[in-house]
């Protein structure tokens, strides 16, 4: 059964750093593209950043973009969300998410998601 993990949420002020990671298990990574999605109360979940399988495309919102950088290390099963210069827009849930119906597609909709991870919360303070 496919798992997805998050770690590396919390609370950071504004203007701060945060790393994201996001490990794939159950079976291999390949022929996943992988995202990152976030979801602030009362809004509708958002695409942040996606990577294509093996990880020659990214994708980015224009509300991170300059900001985020997402990185894959497919021998760890691993993906990671860079994210520096935080605003407290930024503030939400984000979830990683793994789809398989266009590898080399870095960017999708929430329903074209095969697998989501639970969630990790970041918060950004002013």
């Known amino acids: 059964q496919v798992q997805l993990a998050e770690s590396g949420g919390g609370l950071v002020q504004a203007g701060g750093s945060l790393r994201l990671s996001c490990t794939f298990s159950?079976?291999?990574?390949?022929?996943?593209?992988m995202g990152w999605f976030r979801q602030a109360p009362g809004k509708e979940r958002e695409f942040v950043a996606g990577?294509?399988?093996?990880?020659?495309?990214?994708s980015y919102a224009d509300s991170v973009k300059g900001r985020f950088t997402m990185s894959r290390d497919n021998a760890k099963n691993t993906v990671y969300l860079q994210m520096n210069s935080l605003k407290p827009e930024d503030t939400a849930v984000y979830y990683c998410?793994?789809?398989?119906?266009?590898?080399?597609?870095?960017?999708?909709?929430?329903?074209?998601?095969?697998?989501w991870g639970q969630g990790t919360q970041v918060t950004v303070s002013s």
């Open positions: 990577i294509s399988w093996p990880g020659y495309s990214t």
């Open positions: 998410a793994a789809s398989s119906r266009y590898p080399a597609r870095p960017r999708w909709t929430p329903a074209e998601s095969d697998y």
């Open positions: 159950g079976r291999t990574i390949r022929s996943y593209a």
